[in-house]
């Protein structure tokens, strides 16, 4: 089974940057498909990036796209996804997750149900 632990959240001024990191354990992820979701307070979950077990796509939420970046290192059987320009909108709590079920593919999920194991999250708030 595999383990996921993220880091790198913390209180961060609107207009700032910041990497959130994605450790697995119990298994190499190499060939598994990773995600980042997030969950804002009374909202519910939803999805942030995603991608492939080699690195060659990527898939982004539209309120994403042009300010955040999800890469791996399959040798270190870590994720990242780095922000940037955030804005107390990006507030919430951002879950690493890890599908099996894409093992080796090209499709990268982009629903909660497609993805087969979750970190705890790591808290993000964004604020002056």
């Known amino acids: 089974q595999v383990q996921l632990v993220e880091s790198g959240g913390g209180l961060v001024q609107p207009g700032r940057s910041l990497r959130l990191s994605c450790a697995a354990s119990?298994?190499?992820?190499?060939?598994?498909?990773m995600g980042w979701f997030r969950q804002a307070p009374g909202k519910e979950r939803e999805f942030v990036a995603g991608i492939s077990w080699n690195g060659d796509n990527a898939y982004y939420a539209a309120s994403m796209k042009r300010r955040s970046t999800i890469s791996r290192d399959n040798a270190q059987n870590t994720v990242y996804l780095q922000m940037y320009s955030l804005s107390p909108e990006d507030t919430a709590v951002y879950y690493c997750a890890a599908s099996q079920t894409y093992n080796g593919a090209l499709y990268v999920p982009r629903t909660e149900t497609e993805y087969d194991s979750w970190g705890q999250g790591t808290q993000v708030t964004v604020s002056s």
């Open positions: 119990g298994r190499t992820v190499s060939r598994y498909t």
